[in-house]
């Protein structure tokens, strides 16, 4: 399915009433830049909603949004032609079929003393990557679903939720030659998401990496908020969360680092807690998504989270 084809499967009546239905519930555009305790908790569609369509595809950010997501997380990479493409993966097996399409466009890499082949998403231009399937490997109805690129991920998300981009692998696309950071600027200037009046389409920038959103900061200030995630099993200390101040406004460590401490401290210092990723393919020792998602806002008193399942998110503490 491509770009056109999605698009002509909504009817403008039932755009419209997407668009009318989201209007009155856009989170602030300074939602989560200073932690609000008992405010309105945030929800953030892990790379769309993609437990239920392909994630960081368009049927995925377009669920999202009809399931209430506040943001929508758009995972980004760089073509060979220096275009923004939303995918978590710079290795395109995983999610396509480019071995099929491209059978001899591999790269070969060690891989614990083995010699494997790769597919790196930076050695194939735009028209070559929408010729790759990226629904199969998740249901055979989601057959012929393009890649987006950002632009066309925007075009979708403006005026019914925010956005939610994260810089993938910048260091390495710096290695290729690509200023990630600044293209990402690029896009949002061009696309009128600079103005301070937006408040129909909030912008949040992520990234795991501090260079990255140092680099953004230099380049925006506070025009945006920005979001300092960590790996998992590597809680925010004092000094870090201090550092992080200094660039970004919230902190994302995964779930299993959260602690009702941690978010006491870092609301504190005026950092909001975000925090990843919850999914209903995951076993839960809460019984349910909704209820481990339920545990981590109301309980333990995150501001936001990620999940692959936004119609189970809790927007109450009873709900």
Not at 20 to 29: A, E
Request: contains cysteine.
């Amino acid at each position: 399915m491509n770009r056109r084809e999605f698009l002509a499967l909504m009817s403008s009546a039932a755009l419209a009433a997407a668009m009318g239905c989201r209007s009155q519930q856009h989170p602030p555009r300074d939602a989560l830049i200073t932690p609000k305790p008992g405010g309105r908790k945030i929800l953030i569609a892990h790379r769309g909603a993609s437990a239920y369509a392909p994630e960081n595809t368009l049927p995925a950010y377009d669920l999202a949004i009809k399931q209430g997501a506040d943001y929508v997380e758009q995972d980004l990479q760089i073509s060979k032609d220096g275009v923004l493409m939303c995918g978590h993966d710079v290795e395109l097996t995983r999610v396509s079929n480019i071995a099929d399409v491209f059978p001899d466009r591999f790269t070969e890499a060690k891989v614990k003393g083995k010699t494997v082949r790769k597919w790196w998403i930076y050695n194939f231009t735009v028209a070559e990557l929408k010729q790759l399937d990226f629904g199969s490997h998740l249901d055979p109805k989601f057959k012929g679903t393009q890649i987006p690129t950002w632009q066309e991920a925007i075009d979708l998300i403006r005026g019914r939720a925010g956005l939610f981009p994260e810089t993938k692998g910048p260091e390495l696309y710096g290695k290729l030659g690509f200023n990630m950071e600044q293209m990402v600027v690029d896009v949002l200037n061009r696309n009128g998401l600079n103005d301070k009046s937006n408040h129909a389409t909030p912008v949040f920038i992520q990234s795991f990496s501090r260079p990255s959103l140092e680099r953004v900061n230099a380049l925006i200030g506070s025009r945006w908020p920005k979001l300092q995630l960590a790996l998992v099993g590597k809680p925010f200390t004092d000094e870090m969360m201090d550092e992080t101040k200094q660039y970004a406004t919230a902190i994302g460590p995964a779930k299993n680092d959260v602690t009702a401490a941690l978010v006491q401290k870092a609301h504190a210092k005026g950092l909001s807690v975000v925090t990843w990723t919850f999914s209903s393919r995951e076993p839960s020792q809460y019984g349910s998504v909704a209820n481990e998602m339920r545990h981590y806002l109301y309980d333990l008193g995150a501001d936001a989270l990620f999940t692959n399942n936004p119609d189970q998110f809790p927007r109450e503490a009873n709900s």
